[in-house]
């Protein structure tokens, strides 16, 4: 801008016109900057805050794997557990098959019923043999599906009439009373 001269230089309210403008000017944007650096501020705040929450949900998800990894191990133990309890019972009630299969066919002799029961223990003892022959390295499956398990073990207890594995494997009755209310073993008498 160009000032009038006047006898001692410029024009003085020209210039105390400019000098004000020039402060309203100044005034404007030291307001806006200020603004500027309080929403900064409170972007960063938010910011750093939401960080912080990211890195505790972090921390819980990291503790959670670790508790479900530790879970699932669990798991995998007490099944190998169970399934070597499960094998056991399996191995008394076959040799207790065995032995009442044998007592029957010293009664009686090999016929078509006779035989159909012989093929039972054939199963059983294939199963068996397949059980011990198996490393347990492969028991773990390789699809482990820990909710799938736990959403079938609950459909089927919501089923009608449950099937009670404890109970079939470990019955009340013993083995020989199961197997003459079956029919297969008959008293002396019959």
């Known amino acids: 801008m160009k000032f009038k001269s006047a006898k001692n230089g410029y024009d003085p309210e020209e210039v105390d016109e400019y000098v004000k403008r020039i402060r309203e000017v100044y005034d404007e944007t030291l307001v806006a900057q200020r603004d500027r650096i309080f929403e900064l501020k409170d972007a960063l705040m938010r910011a750093e805050t939401a960080l912080k929450a990211y890195e505790g949900q972090k921390a819980r998800i990291g503790t959670a794997i670790e508790s479900a990894l530790s879970k699932a191990d669990e798991i995998e133990r007490l099944t190998r557990r169970k399934i070597a309890k499960e094998l056991s019972a399996l191995r008394n009630f076959h040799k207790q098959w065995v032995e009442h299969f ?3 066919l010293r009664k009686y002799p090999l016929d078509d019923e006779l035989k159909k029961t012989d093929d039972v223990d054939k199963a059983i003892a294939g199963l068996l043999a397949e059980a ?16 799938g398990m736990i959403e079938d073990h609950l459909a089927a207890e919501s089923a009608e009439e449950p099937f009670d594995y404890d109970a079939a494997v470990h019955p009340d009755e013993n083995l020989e009373q199961i197997l003459k209310d079956l029919g297969v ?5 019959n």
């Open 102 to 104: 044998a007592r029957i």
């Open 132 to 147: 011990d022959s198996t490393p347990p390295t492969t028991l773990k499956a390789p699809d482990f599906d820990p909710v």
């Open 185 to 189: 073993l008959f008293d002396d008498n």
